[in-house]
Each structure stands twice: as structure tokens, then as C-alpha cells.
């Protein structure tokens, strides 16, 4: 850590910091510069003190120095996680496509989207069964029968299966019946889902909370991570911006970002971060180029009758159209579609 | 709500819309204009149409006309609510100041700032027994034994007593210790969450989410009071921008934005939302003078020493110097400290 | 246009409202719903009549039908235009790079970069003489000295150029040195700017303002195109977020968006997107994918020793190996670079 | 400047940078830390050096360790700059109240508002003569006709006067005009402009951009001030966050954080932060609270007419009540209305 002086600090001032300092077990080291003293603070984790000292007479700021995330970065870790789902590896170099409706409606829609987007060449499937809405009086999903139906629709097309959980008391029962268990936006920072999830025993798919920095994404990860599983692949979803004219701004340079400061996967959701059809395919593509593992994309059998996120969902053949691009994109780029 | 159609819209395309609105139950109107139609669509909370329209051909967008929350509007209740905490009002003419430590350390700690803000004219107690932390390894509370620490404080001081809960598991527990529930910003939209102080049978204070919008913060709201529990306080504690000299940005014209649009009382927490000591003071007045009905500020018997949040901590002394000024000002306003 | 009513709006309110319209020369239309009234406005360009309205008692808000833009929108002229810039054509199905130093330093500097970039494929050459700088104490440019510099280096290699202008004074002079005007992030609201460049007789490169909405940056372009010159190239080189690892936030959707609501070209800049080397390649290529006419790329013969933004530049070697990737990801896409 | 080298960085790339640092005439420290290493780097102003070491192997990051503003800085100056114009100040104990229309339109229009809000204590008038406009279409001012109405505005009430310039080529005739020039938010990094304000004898009201953070407006001065001219007063306008219900979200905590940044004066512009004539009141009271040094507020004879910036105008009898209100509150914090 290096603590900042006021240019007019004095020399009271300067004795009483590093005093501070070593009374927390730290040493510390003087830096004179030309405008002001700059002061070391050497030894293992010295953030702590952080807090102790910005707020002594003459501080102007203490900047750390170390990440604050551990299991999660790639100085812990160097080589790339894979995770594995079901059979379905995220962090490889495969692109692994995940499809299917944002909200589970019945049978009928969910076994049909499962079965084109297997034949179109989607290796998951995707559909919420608990559905968090900001409006309370929205659509909140079918519950512990959306579960059922995704199971049944698993071992009709051999899918695994990806659903979000909402809260802790859901956990158990989301995790018998789901191949990973998917954190939503809106609970990226719910600290007591993390560890939940960090305790059950399945994958986890994490997204990105709708302000969160790539650091603080990563310290929510490192929640999880921190209860033992190590199977957590990272969602980029979009993040809030001033621009109205898409339902959030996709942060693609959050991709290679992610992938430079930590071993674990990432995938894209274009769906909601753009939340209009005509737009998910070039950001699909897009996604594909930036360098992501995967894909999560919302397919429904006739969009404007779903009973969520229809304005974002693609047709099956959509979907398909879209494979195939995604499947000579990625051969240009020495991948492939697993 | 009005629907937008391209300028090239053709007629079957049109047709086609006023067919879709029709077999949804919803009466159409055609809205010629010089450079497009719109069609206006008459009957109860035709919100739920939109998702089905704006994907059609032709379609350019739809607009809602009615606030999608209700009970917490004032066109539901035109008149404010008053909140009662165990005695302290919120929502009257009086402004109501809470204030404590960040999170609650020890006996002595938590006694002798309760004592002081009293003695400088706080009516109300705040103390984080459970603390959400955005990194998994800083100090997250005293837990249980804090509660403990707070009714002990609260007996000795008679002021009632605030703290955050931070998971459904814990609401009956916290109901049973303090008197008024936290809902904090990174769990603004954990709906289970919110449903479960909705039906605690306690007063609960609702942050805003790090970015969420006005609207946004009234539909968490919503959730609340749907469950039958009218007792909600907003509090707004900063949002998040580009800035990084602050630890948030304080969006005070959120005061009369939201006094406008709700019934509900609403409160400024200028500690969280700055991040530092020395602007608390100027902030808070500023709280006051847009039309806050109350403050929650972090007072810390020696803010160096703390064990969170203390750069952002008041001293004794800043606190009681502080509390003058307020009523000064308060009068000036024709309001008065409670 | 349409006006919403408050719920309690009484009979008068609504009166006045309609006299209001008509005395503006419009024609208004009532349409009663569920929860209040709504008025429609008929005729050409009544967002005139909105700033009258939304004061009036009883209104709660005027909503604009139309697209403020004109001739810039998809609605105007349904097919792309295709800019040539001395030859290089943004627009139709090739995909044309730019490229070379942030700023131009020194004639050696200069042409090594020239002649390696158009080795490697590029199309065009960028270069600053004049730079903006947020700090007055930074290196701003070698100005007229710069312009020289470049003109030589285009009699060298014959790539064409493009350099940005900073002041109405200065359009004439790089008007007739460059090929091709770039009107920079912080004066994409510098409408006096935006009309001299507009009058001058070249081709503009845009880049969209740095918290600046679609919209607003269509409108600047509307600007420049006002003035009788339909030459116009949108450049995407980031917008301003919470997010502090990458020095902007790459907005990729706006690509697919801008194509959707305006035939111009676009292009995208993700050196000064990312600030970072390691994100400009795989941005790169995200880019293309996503559609984009183009790209801006900065290169440095020697990026630790360059005067401005050395950290984000790429090496002439990197630079080859990002143009051999574009290369392949264009045929899978069935596009070429030209 | 702090160098933090990655945790696994060699001892040939650790040399290289303190080579590097040393070629840049700079003297290198390293700081051994748990982690990693780190690299103080002494001398005046190496901030230069950063864009040099940051993309050497094995360097995380270079932190700049001085404030890049030199002149504008407390650090440079101490005690508060106070501006006169025409005899009235700004940075002293006094509060400054600035009022008019956002457009001058006519005669009648522009004196009856200078006559009102004299009449309710303003010290100084507002008015837009040449006015800068996102859409091109819209209402852009009266331009010099509208600076000799100001003039006379100014000889009839006594009120100094002070209006936007756009465009260097206006600043010589706005100068002659006008007591003091104000440089709007789109251009408030409009370099040019900013110097040929710096060198034009006036007082300058400089606008905080719609993104700026709060360093880079203060370099912003850096500019005007660099060229001579002290007399600069910021005027805090809000910035663009995601929050759509206010025109933009204006950021009180700036003025405290701005005075204990900088010795120059800074105002509340309320009117353009909201947008809405019902927020003005509670927001010019805080803006007081916070510690401003004064306000600039939209005043209009008939906002329903106005042609711009209409719905966030007061009436001349709210801004009398206003007024009286800024005057109670003044007296409370020991201050007083000039």
C-alpha cells in the first residue's frame, strides 16, 4: 500500500502516520517526492490498515496495491479453468452454445425449443423456472413444476440444464434437479446466495450484477470459489449506461479483461443485454470474435406471445441461421463449436 | 399505451397489430400523423401487451402510459405516510437523525456512541450486526452476539434500534431484536428478500440500489407493501456513476423526485454515499434542505480504529457540531428535529 | 406526440391542455384509458409544442413520436451510403482499416508506420497533429508541422488521411491537407465545429461523444449533413461507465443499432476504447463481427517510447497478426478488407 | 508515481524498468512487498514516464502519485479565490443568486424578467444569446441582436450580465458585451474555446461537462486559468448518469469536494440538472446547504411560452418564494445573500 501526504503535511503529522503504521504490524518506508512524501507500507496484506489511516491529519489517500480477490485471479492460478457440465466444457477451446426460453411456460414450449435447439446445435438448455421481476406484479415463473418440466425436457433431448435459483431456501431443491445452478444480475452481490450455491455442489453460472466492476464480478466469484466449488463460469450480461435505446450496454473488452485477470470461464448472454432480437445475432458473432468460451441465448417457438423477454427472444430459425454463422466464425478463428 | 409504427409500415402490417391488440382483449385507435401512425390502445394496465407487439413487423415501439407500481404511488394515497418507528415518526414535519457505528464491534463501542448521539440529539440507534461485504475475506459482523449488543444498547439508551438483515433466513430473528428492518443497496432487488420484511411485522428502511432508478427503487418498494406491511422508509445512499472521487455519487434531487411520486417517507444517508468524512457535514445540511425527512449518518467513537467504514465515520465531537447546525437550519425551514 | 394527464386531472386541466395544442396550430385527439387520459397529437413536428405543454396543470408528460434526426435516419433514405474517401470506401461490403500513430511525432516515425501498416493491409493512414489533451500540460501536437508530415507520408505510400481538427479556425488548413476530418469525442457537441466541417468540402469521421446517447450522436451527425455534406462516418471509440479497468467501455451494440436507425457508415476506434494493448485485437475483431464498416487502429514503430497513448498502441508485428485474423473472420462472414 | 510490478515478474524485466526509469532521468526505490513488488519512482513530475513503463512485461500498472491540476489547486493556493464581476462576488461568505431566461427572445421578455428578479434579490442576469442545441432544428438563439438586448437589459436594471460563448471566433464580441462568459457544458473540454476565455479579460463561468469527473473539470480551468485569467467560477450543472425521471442528476457532493480540491468559486446551476420546474425550489436550497458560493436559476415571464428550456423555469413569484426561503437558510449557516 502507499499512503499519500499532503504537500503541506507536517512533520508531526508524517510521525503520527507511520507510527500508525507500525502499530498495526506494518513497516513502513518513506518516499520523498518533489510535490509531497509518499509513504511504503511493505508486508503481507496491508489493506486492513487502509481504513485506519486515510482519515489521520495530513492523509490524502492510501492506494492498495494487491488485488483483493485471491482463489479467483490468474496470479493465484495461471492456467485456464474448464468446467465441466454434464459433459459440456466451459474453458477449452470449444465455444459452447447454451439456448432456450427465458421463462419456462409448458411442455409443449419448452420440449419443442429443446428439441430445435439441440438440432440446431445448442449443447444446454436454458429456462427459468424462478423468474425475478423488478415489477412485482409480473410473470414470476412456474416454480418447483418449471424444475419438473426442465428435467423432463433433459431427458428427452439429453440437454443438461442450466436455471437460475433466487434465494438460499431454494438451493437444495434447485440443485437435484439442475445441471448448474445460474445467479442472476440482481443478486450478483447477494452474498448469502454465493456462499449457498458455494455449498451445493453443482456449477455455478454467475452473472455480472448491472453495475458491478470486472473486480467487484470477480470478489462475488471469489464468494463462491471461497466455499470450496471451483466450478463457476462468469456471465457478461450488460452493464447500465445513460443510453436508452438498448435495455443495457453489452461489455464485450470485459471478456478478454476477464480472461487476462482470472482463470475461470466467461460466456455472453446478448439476449438481455441488448433486449431486442435484430441485435443478439451481430452480438452473438461479436461475442464469438471478443473471445468468449460460450453463449446463452434466448430461443422461443413464437416470440411475440412469451410470456417474458419475447422482444429478445429469436425463432428457431433464427437460431439456426445464427449457428451456422457462429460455426464458420469460430473455424475462422482455429475454434469450434462443441 | 401507444404503439409506433415505421413510417413504411403497410397497411396488412398495421392490420396485423390491430388484430394482435384486439384477440389480447385491448381496444386499438388509429393515430395518424404526418410522419407515421400510431395506435393508441384504450383499457386496464395494457402493459402486458407490449411484449407481445413491439417484436411484430412494422412495429417501432411501444410506450407505457400508466406507473407500473401502484400502492406505493400517490395517485394510489394522495396524502403522506407517516412512519412510526417505536415513537420516532418519519414522514411528518419533523426530521428524524439516525445515527451509530457501521457495524457494531463491541459493548463499549456500541454504548458509548449511543450515549453521545443521543446526548447530541439523535433519535435513533443504527449498528450493522450482519454486513455485507463485496469482498469475502473483510470483516462481516458480529452476527447474533450484535444483535444482542444492540437490545443492550437500546435498553440502556432507550433509543430504538435499526440494523440490516441480510438473508429470508435471518428476518425473524433480526424482527425479534431491533425495531425497524434495513434492506441494504446490493439487495434492493432480492425480491425474496423484500417479501420477507413484507411480512416481518416491523417498519423497514429501504436502500436504493447502487443503480437503480427512482421507478426501480418505488417497485422493491411495492414488493413490501404488497405483502400488507405499509411501513417502508426509502433511503437514498448514492448511486453509482463515473466518478471515483466519491464512493457514489448522492442523487438528492431523488428527495423531491420521490415526495412527488410516493407517499412514502424518505431518508439520506450522506455517510455511504460519500465515502468521506469531511463532506458528511455539507451533505447532510444539503439532505435537509431538499426535503428529506430524516438522516442516517455513521458516528464512530475513534473512526480510525474502525473496523469498517471509517474514513467516512464522524467523530463525537463532529456529530454534536453537526446536529447544531441541522437545527438551525431546520427552523429556518419551519421544521424542527425530532 | 402524446400527452398523459394526471389521474386526478380535472375537467378544465384537460380543457386548457387541448385549447393549448390547438392554439399551437395542432390538432389534439383524446384518448380515455383505464387510469387517465391521454391526448394525442396530430400534425407535422409538434415536439415544437411539447416544452408547452408539460408545465400546463394536470400534465404529467408529453411523449415524442418522431425521431428528432432527419436525413441521417433509415426512415429518410432506406439504402447505406457508401463514403469514399480518396478511394476507400466505408459503407458497402468491404471492411476498411486505419491505421498509424496516435500522434504524429517525427517524419521517421511517421513513415515507418505508414509503410508497416500498409504492408500489413490497412487502407489509410491516421494521424494527430493536433491533440486534444484534458491535461493543458501534455504534448499537444506538432499542428501545421504535423499536417506537413502527414501529406508527405501520403505521397510516400499512398494511403489517404485522416487527422483531426480541433476549432473552426483550423478547418480550412486541414481541409486541404487531409483527406478525410475527424471531429474528436469531445467536440461531438461542438455544434459550431460541427458546421465548419461540415462546409468544408471532405469527408468527416464522428467519433460519438463520450456519455453521449445514439441519438444525440446521429443528431451531431444531422449537423454536419445540414450543412450539405452527406459524407459523414460514425466512429465508436467508447462511452463513460462506472467501470475503471478499461479506460471506456466499447459499446459494440451500437454497431448493429446506428445500422438499424441510420444508413450512414460506421467504424470503430478500440485503442482509445480499451487503453489497453491486450484488448485491442480480440475488440478488433469483435468488430467486424458485429458488423462495422471499418476500423481505427493505433500503431506505434515503438509503443514505450510514444508521446501519447503508447500503452494501447500495438506493434507493427501484433498489428500484422491482428490483420491476418480480420482476414479469415471476413470470409466466414463473406466480406472482404479492401 | 508508484510502478507495481505482477507477482510473478522476473528479474530481467524488473531491471529493464528501472533502467527505463532511469533513462527518464527519474530515481527508481523498489518496495518488496508480500505480493509483489513495487516501484517508487522520485522526482518532479514523472507522470510522463507512465505511458513508458505501463506496457513493459512484467508491469501491472504505474499509479500517478501528484494531482495533475497545478494552478487551480489548493495545494497552489490555499486560501479561496474570490471573483468580482462588476462588484459582484463569488468565494466569499456571500451567496450569489443569478437569474434569467434561458433564451433571450425579446425585449419585453428579457427586461421584465430583469426587473423581477431584481426586484426578489438576483445580483445578476442569465440569458442565452447564442444557444447550443442537440437537434439542429431547434430554436438557436438570437445571437448578436440578443447580446445588445442584454446590454440594455443591463443598463436599464444595473444587473451584470453574463451569457455563452460557442466558438472562439464569438469570444472577442461576447467579451465586449457581456461582464462575464460562460462555457457551457458540450464544450467544457473544447480546448480552444477554453484558451481564448483564458485570454479574453472576462471572467469565466465554466460548466461542468456532462461526464466530467470533477479532476478533469478542474483541468478544464487549469486551461483558462494557464492563460492568465484567475477570475473562473465552476459552475456544478449535473452529470449523465442512468437515471431518466431528471434531465440529468445533478451531483451536490461536488461543492464540498471541489472546495477542498480548489481556491475557485463554484455555483449551482439546478434548472438544467433537473429539468423540472418542481424540483428547482428544494434543489437551490441544498445547493446553499452544501456550501455553494452561489446559484444560477431559469427564470421566465410564462414558462408554457417559453421557446427553450420551458418546464424547468420558475415563475417570478415561485422564484420570490425561493428567495425568501434561500434567504432564512443563509442566515442559519451564518451567511448571507449578496
Chains 1, 2, 3, 4 share one sequence.
Not at 439456448?99 to 435447439?117: H, K, M, Y
Request: proline share 6%; with cysteine.
Amino acid at each position: 500500500m502507499l499512503i499519500l501526504m499532503r504537500a503541506q503535511a507536517t512533520r508531526p503529522e508524517i510521525d503520527a502516520v507511520l507510527d500508525h503504521v507500525r502499530q498495526h504490524g506494518y513497516q513502513p518506508i518513506e518516499l520523498p517526492g518533489a510535490e509531497r512524501l509518499a509513504i511504503g507500507v511493505l508486508g503481507s496484506n496491508p489493506i486492513g490498515v487502509r481504513d485506519h489511516v486515510v482519515g489521520l491529519p495530513g492523509v490524502v489517500d492510501a492506494i492498495p496495491v494487491s488485488k483483493p480477490y485471491k482463489q479467483v485471479g490468474r496470479e493465484w492460478q495461471p492456467e485456464r479453468t474448464v468446467v465441466d457440465v454434464s459433459g459440456v466444457r466451459f474453458g477449452g477451446t470449444e465455444f459452447s452454445v447454451i439456448a432456450g426460453p427465458c421463462a419456462v411456460e409448458d411442455e409443449a414450449q419448452l420440449t419443442s425449443t429443446a428439441r430445435a435447439v439441440r438440432a440446431a446445435g445448442a449443447v444446454m438448455l436454458r429456462g427459468g423456472a424462478y423468474k425475478p421481476r423488478t415489477n412485482p406484479y409480473s410473470f414470476r415463473g412456474l416454480g418447483a413444476a418449471g424444475l419438473e418440466l426442465l428435467v423432463r425436457a433433459r431427458e428427452e433431448t439429453g440437454l443438461p440444464v442450466v436455471t437460475e435459483v433466487l434465494t438460499p431456501a431454494d438451493v437444495e431443491l434447485v440443485a437435484d434437479r439442475a445441471d448448474m445452478l445460474q445467479v442472476g444480475t440482481r443478486n450478483a452481490q447477494n452474498f448469502s446466495l454465493l456462499e449457498a450455491v458455494g455449498q451445493a455442489g453443482r456449477p455455478v453460472m454467475l452473472k455480472r450484477g448491472l453495475s458491478n466492476t470486472v473486480e467487484e464480478w470477480l470478489l462475488s466469484a471469489e464468494y463462491v470459489v471461497s466455499q470450496g466449488n471451483r466450478d463457476v463460469v462468469l456471465c457478461e450480461r450488460g452493464v447500465r449506461t445513460f443510453e436508452t435505446a438498448t435495455r443495457n450496454t453489452l461489455d464485450l473488452s470485459a471478456v478478454p479483461l476477464v480472461r487476462s485477470l482470472s482463470h475461470l470461464p466467461i460466456v455472453v448472454d446478448p439476449s438481455h443485454a441488448t433486449g431486442h432480437r435484430h441485435l443478439v445475432a451481430p452480438m452473438s458473432l461479436a461475442a464469438l470474435a471478443s473471445g468468449a468460451d460460450g453463449l446463452m441465448v434466448e430461443v422461443h417457438p413464437n416470440p411475440d406471445e412469451a410470456l417474458s423477454d419475447g422482444p429478445q427472444s429469436l425463432t428457431f430459425e433464427q437460431f439456426g441461421e445464427l449457428m451456422d454463422e457462429l460455426r464458420r466464425v469460430a473455424e475462422a478463428l482455429h475454434r469450434s463449436l462443441s
